[in-house]
């Protein structure tokens, strides 16, 4: 009864198109996400947990979890910490300081910043390959100060700096929205009570920007986790992270290799929604995620 | 009283535009200093300077006789009470109000200073709302008990009551200046309202073009205008040329009047102000001058009428009912007459041809024009009450 009472108050909100102009509009939509989104994510639980007969397994699952697997899921993970980490010690003083300026001059900084966005992922990462290599020009430039060729590529080290360098504008760009949006009043307030520049900073500028720190985590360690390319070509195919492992797996194109890319594929999921809902559970407090 | 805060030849200007000239104030400790002017006349660059937020271009700004013009905003005696309050959205009632103690004094005592802070602004049981869960009043009471929990020298105050609705503004107004009287601490109030201005103060200090226009008691700012746009910005006046034939006898309308001011050159040109309420409607045969009514509006405490004098329209606040279009003799008694000299806003403000509320000249849509083209305004309801409440008050004196 009380189902029945509380039912107009939604049926006001409704359009007042006729249901089967809704469904045909809306029909494409639902193909697609049905296609493209909802079918693979049915293929990938299927073979997580179906051997090649087709009964329900666990052996998939538990093989991710054996030690050759887990080495690689467990680098995945310790490389995109590290590139997050290292993207937001970066974008923060960096959103900070472009906010400063004057606005005009604040939207050219952020062309400045989209702009090596507008080049394919794979060619800003095969040009920093080059720009790495031993006989690269930043050995050249380190030569000239007397510094010996160092190897970059092959490391964890030039995959960790791949990813920032293609990720950090996903951190700077939405920490930078939400601290240009916090009222100047604020940080004014803030030095009429006493704060020096830095105690603003942090008593004041940061709490209010966490909505943007949670996007900017997001943005950033869900491609560094599940990225393939940039560890790949940075360690010519010898550092292999997650993505890598899957791809490998998925074009062997047999049943068995699809179970455990499947597999894997599987516990990455679980880890992405995972340290989402960690990381939205503090964006919820100021009101949601700012993408 | 010592001088607590002393601006010296202060001129401050923003992209070429000046907003300050050569400007020249002190404050006393434990006033209530009021800065009362129009939207861009300069009072909150003033504010800001002594709060620390702008620097002055030349000039000096003094504390306790100290140079503090490079003394940055954290480090000085002063707190704020921001325009729409400026509390800090992620932190609760209690924690905007501690703000100031945090990391600086014991727990026990914040929590002990925050209770005495939440008991003068009548918001215990408070502590632990949402900021933004508060209604307007409430958040400004937050706002002044965390301006006021450091026991600051001198408290500014923008525009503190300019969001709240009538009824909230008067009863803030009392409870501001009975903080101030408790607490002895400088008040530095922001208005363009001119009303509370003259209901608090202890001093005004009219501004408009970055310059100060006057400074006085309410009294002296309200009865000894210094210039036109003194008499105009603050009630309403009458401002008509008039020529000073000699001491305490003043020629205007074509006739001499009698008053009570003198000092003036021989026929020297002045403004001569007349308050609305100061005039007497009486019989034709008794009148010193004859007007005829243009426009009645009732004001529930008085009628304004609007009455053309040889052309020139005065407003006429009066009891006695007159009807449109009937011709009436006006009277005027020697001390309802003020001479000011004439200034740079002389004839351009005073008649009331084409009268308009001051505080919202320009941003009211309400305006109509009158056959010769010229705005009209509506008597909004809201000017209709400051009106009849300053008569009111008036009527106490």
């Known amino acids: ?291 | 009283m010592n001088k607590l805060i002393e601006l010296k030849g202060i001129t401050k200007s923003f992209d070429g535009e000046v907003v300050l000239s050569d400007m020249n104030l002190y404050i006393r400790d434990r006033e209530f200093v009021t800065l009362l002017g129009p939207s861009g006349c300069g009072k909150t660059t003033t504010l800001r300077l002594i709060g620390g937020f702008e620097t002055p271009d030349c000039g000096d700004i003094l504390f306790d006789g100290e140079r503090i013009n490079d003394v940055p905003a954290y480090k000085r005696q002063v707190n704020t009470v921001f325009q729409r309050y400026a509390l800090f959205p992620h932190l609760n009632v209690f924690d905007n109000i501690a703000f100031a103690l945090k990391h600086k004094v014991p727990k026990d005592e914040i929590k002990s200073r925050v209770d005495e802070m939440l008991n003068m602004v009548a918001l215990r049981g408070f502590e632990h709302r949402n900021v933004n869960s508060l209604s307007g009043g409430q958040q400004q009471r937050v706002a002044i008990a965390r301006a006021l929990i450091n026991r600051p020298r001198v408290l500014l105050l923008d525009e503190p009551l300019g969001a709240l609705d009538l009824k909230l503004r008067k009863d803030m107004q009392f409870e501001l200046k009975n903080i101030q009287q408790a607490t002895g601490i400088t008040f530095i109030y922001v208005t363009h309202d001119q009303e509370e201005a003259l209901s608090m103060s202890d001093t005004i200090v009219v501004m408009q073009n970055g310059k100060i226009q006057q400074i006085g008691t309410p009294t002296d700012v309200y009865n000894e205008p210094k210039n036109a746009f003194v008499a105009d910005f603050i009630g309403e006046s009458n401002i008509v040329d008039g020529v000073m034939r000699e001491d305490r006898k003043v020629f205007f309308d074509g006739r001499v009047f009698d008053c009570l001011d003198g000092g003036f050159e021989k026929n020297e040109p002045v403004d001569v102000v007349i308050r609305p309420e100061d005039v007497d409607v009486v019989p034709l045969d008794r009148g010193m001058l004859r007007g005829h009514v243009t426009k009645v509006t009732f004001k529930g405490v008085h009628y304004e009428i609007i009455v053309d004098v040889n052309g020139f329209m005065w407003m006429i606040q009066t009891t006695d009912y007159v009807g449109v279009d009937s011709d009436i003799g006006i009277y005027i008694e020697p001390d309802a007459i003020h001479i000011m000299k004439k200034s740079e806003f002389s004839g351009t403000i005073g008649d009331y041809s084409s009268f308009s509320d001051e505080m919202d000249e320009i941003s009211n849509p309400d305006v109509e024009l009158d056959e010769h083209g010229n705005v009209i305004e509506r008597f909004d309801s809201d000017a209709g009450d400051s009106d009849s409440d300053k008569a009111a008050e008036e009527g106490e004196r």
């Open chain 1, 1 to 291: 009864m009380t189902g029945q009472t509380l039912a107009p108050a939604p049926r006001v909100r409704q359009s007042r198109k006729p249901a089967i102009v809704r469904a045909v509009t809306v029909a494409p939509h639902g193909l697609w996400c049905l296609l493209f989104i909802l079918a693979p994510l049915v293929f990938v639980v299927y073979y997580t947990f179906t051997d090649p007969d087709g009964a329900f397994t666990t052996a998939n699952l538990a093989n991710v979890f054996s030690a050759s697997y887990f080495a690689v899921l467990k680098r995945s993970v310790l490389l995109a910490l590290e590139s997050t980490a290292i993207c937001l010690f970066l974008a923060y003083p960096l959103a900070l300081a472009i906010a400063k300026l004057k606005p005009r001059n604040q939207s050219l900084v952020i062309l400045l910043l989209m702009l090596p966005m507008w080049i394919n992922l794979l060619i800003r990462t095969y040009s920093l390959k080059l720009l790495l290599e031993v006989n690269g020009p930043l050995n050249d430039f380190l030569g000239l100060f007397g510094i010996k060729p160092i190897r970059f590529l092959n490391s964890e080290f030039a995959i960790v700096l791949g990813m920032v360098y293609n990720y950090l504008p996903y951190m700077i760009l939405p920490i930078y929205s939400v601290i240009a949006k916090i009222d100047p009043r604020l940080k004014e307030a803030a030095q009429d009570l006493g704060c020096n520049g830095f105690q603003t900073i942090f008593r004041v500028v940061l709490p209010l920007s966490v909505s943007g720190i949670v996007s900017g985590i997001t943005m950033v360690f869900v491609p560094s986790i599940s990225t393939f390319f940039i560890s790949k070509s940075l360690s010519d195919g010898r550092i292999r992270l997650i993505g890598d492992v899957i791809e490998q797996r998925i074009s062997l194109h047999n049943v068995a290799s699809y179970e455990i890319g499947s597999a894997l594929s599987f516990v990455l999921m679980i880890l992405i929604i995972v340290s989402m809902l960690i990381t939205n559970r503090f964006g919820d407090k100021d009101g949601g995620v700012v993408l």
